[in-house]
C-alpha cells in the first residue's frame, strides 16, 4: 500500500511510532538525506483518519527536500505528524517519547517546531534528543524572517511582471493575518502597498484594521480583487475549484504545499497566473534555523534571506525563457541539486560522507 502511495516519492524512510502509556501515535517520514540530515517540523494535529496523516506527513517532508535545495541549504527533507488534538493529547511524557524516537534514528531527522507545537515543547523533545531545533532556548521565533522572505520574493515577482515599478499602486490579499501573513501585510503597508486581508480570529483582525489592512470575509480572500494573492494560512488552497476564482495576476504566499495537487501549478499558468513555489518564498524559517548553530548569528541568517529576492527574479526570468512554469523551472533547479549530491556521495567514502553530514549541522 505504502509503495503504491500517490505521494510515496521513493522515501528514505518512513517510521510508525506509538508509545501506549502517553497515548503517541506519530509517522516519521524522511524523503531524502542526499544532501545531509533530514530537517522538517513536527506537526501535531488531530487528523481525522491515519491515511489523512500519512498523505500529509509525506507531502510535506518531499516539500522539505525541495526546499532545503532549492534555498542552497545543505539539508535533505523530512517531516513528523503526532496524530491528535495537541489542546488534549500533549503531554511532557508523549514530548519525551517522541524525542526518543527522533533520537533512534541517530541524526538522520533533525526535528523543529510547526503546527501545534511551541518553542516550549521543542525544549522539552530536546532533553531526549540532540536533534532538535527551534527550542525556545534556541534560534526562537521563524516568523520574522520568513515574513522578509516572502515579502522579498512577492516584490521578485512584481518586478519581473510589472517592470522597475514593482509593487507602486498594486493592491495584495493576504489570507492569515497570523505570524507571517501579519507581518507581510505590516511591511507591504509600510511601504505604501495597499491590503486587505482576512482572518477568522478576531484579535487578529482586529490588530491588522488597526494598522491600516483593509478586512474581507475569510471566505471572500482568494476571489478578492487585487494584483497579488498571499495565502498565509494553511496549504491545499489552490486546487481546480479555487484557481478560476482568484482574481490575483501572482500568487505568492507564505503557506507550506498551496497547490492542492501538482497538475495545479499548471491550472494556474493557464488561467494567466504567475505562481511563486511555495518554498522558494518561504525559506527564511529555515534561515531562521541556523541562529544559535555553531555561533551563528541573526546576521548570518539574514545574509542567506537576502538571497531570496535575486534567487526568485532569475526563476521567474528562467521560467519566461523556457516557457514552462515556475514549479517546473524549480523542480528542475532542485533535481540538478539532488544528482550532483548523489554523484558526490557515490565518490566518497562512507566516512567522508558522515563527516561532511556532521559538519552541515
Ligand atoms: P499562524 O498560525 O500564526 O497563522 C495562520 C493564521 O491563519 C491564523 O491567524 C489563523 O487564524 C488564520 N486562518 C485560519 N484559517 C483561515 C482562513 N480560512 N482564512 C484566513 N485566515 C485563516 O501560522 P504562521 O506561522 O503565520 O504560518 C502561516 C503559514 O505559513 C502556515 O501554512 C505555515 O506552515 C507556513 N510557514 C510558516 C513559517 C514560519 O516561520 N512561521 C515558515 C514556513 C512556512
Known amino acids: 500500500m505504502l509503495f503504491d502511495h500517490p505521494e510515496f516519492d521513493a522515501h528514505e524512510l518512513v517510521q510508525f511510532v506509538e508509545d501506549e502509556p502517553s497515548g503517541l501515535r506519530a509517522i516519521i517520514a524522511l524523503h531524502s538525506t542526499t544532501l545531509g540530515p533530514a530537517a522538517g517540523g513536527i506537526r501535531f494535529h488531530p487528523y481525522p483518519s491515519e491515511t489523512l496523516a500519512l498523505t500529509d506527513v509525506l507531502r510535506l517532508s518531499r516539500a522539505m527536500t525541495a526546499k532545503m535545495a532549492f534555498g542552497e541549504v545543505p539539508m535533505g527533507g523530512g517531516k513528523s505528524v503526532i496524530i491528535g488534538d495537541p489542546r488534549s493529547l500533549k503531554s511532557?511524557?508523549?514530548?519525551?517519547?517522541?524525542?526518543?524516537?527522533?533520537?533512534?534514528?541517530?541524526?538522520?531527522?533533525?526535528?523543529?517546531?510547526?503546527?501545534?507545537?511551541?518553542?516550549?515543547d521543542m525544549d522539552v523533545v530536546a532533553t531526549e534528543t540532540r536533534w532538535a531545533t527551534g527550542r525556545a532556548s534556541g534560534s526562537g521565533d521563524t516568523s520574522p524572517l520568513t515574513a522578509v522572505t516572502v515579502f522579498d520574493a512577492v516584490r521578485a515577482a512584481a518586478i519581473h511582471l510589472w517592470g522597475p515599478a514593482g509593487l507602486e499602486g498594486r493592491v495584495v490579499?493576504?489570507?492569515?493575518?497570523g505570524a507571517?501573513?501579519?507581518?507581510?501585510?505590516?511591511?507591504?503597508?509600510?511601504?505604501?502597498?495597499?491590503?486587505?486581508?482576512?482572518?477568522?480570529d478576531p484579535a487578529r483582525a482586529a490588530e491588522?484594521?488597526?494598522?491600516?489592512?483593509?478586512?474581507?470575509?475569510p471566505g471572500e480572500i482568494l476571489a478578492a480583487e487585487c494584483d497579488i494573492l498571499a495565502?498565509?494560512?494553511?496549504?491545499?488552497?489552490?486546487?481546480?475549484?479555487?484557481?478560476p476564482t482568484i482574481r490575483a495576476e501572482v500568487v505568492c504566499g507564505a503557506a507550506n504545499n498551496q497547490l492542492a495537487t501538482s497538475k495545479d501549478a499548471d491550472r494556474l499558468a493557464e488561467a494567466g497566473i504567475l505562481y511563486v513555489p511555495d518554498y522558494a518564498a518561504n525559506i527564511g524559517g529555515v534561515y531562521s534555523g541556523v541562529i544559535g548553530l555553531k555561533g551563528k548569528t541573526a546576521a548570518d541568517a539574514q545574509a542567506l534571506?537576502?538571497?531570496v529576492f535575486p534567487r526568485v527574479l532569475d526563476l521567474l526570468d528562467e521560467a519566461?525563457?523556457?516557457?514552462?512554469?515556475?514549479?517546473?523551472?524549480?523542480?528542475?533547479?532542485?533535481?540538478?541539486?539532488l544528482r550532483a549530491g548523489s554523484a558526490w556521495v557515490a565518490r566518497q567514502?562512507?566516512?567522508a560522507v558522515r563527516r561532511a553530514r556532521r559538519a552541515s549541522t
Not at 541517530?106 to 518553542?119: A, K, L, N, S, V
Not at 505604501?192 to 477568522?200: A, H, L, N, T, Y
Not at 491588522?208 to 470575509?217: E, F
Open 92 to 120: 511532557v511524557d508523549l514530548l519525551h517519547a517522541f524525542g526518543r524516537a527522533v533520537d533512534r534514528l541517530g541524526g538522520r531527522y533533525i526535528c523543529g517546531e510547526d503546527m501545534g507545537m511551541t518553542p516550549e
Open 173 to 177: 490579499a493576504v489570507q492569515g493575518l
Open 180 to 200: 507571517v501573513g501579519g507581518k507581510l501585510a505590516r511591511r507591504l503597508v509600510e511601504v505604501g502597498v495597499r491590503v486587505v486581508g482576512s482572518d477568522p
Open 208 to 217: 491588522a484594521a488597526a494598522r491600516g489592512i483593509t478586512l474581507v470575509d
Open 231 to 243: 495565502p498565509c494560512a494553511f496549504g491545499g488552497v489552490l486546487s481546480a475549484e479555487t484557481i
Open 305 to 307: 534571506a537576502d538571497r
Open 320 to 337: 519566461t525563457r523556457l516557457a514552462i512554469t515556475p514549479s517546473e523551472a524549480a523542480d528542475r533547479v532542485v533535481a540538478d541539486r
Open 349 to 351: 567514502s562512507p566516512s
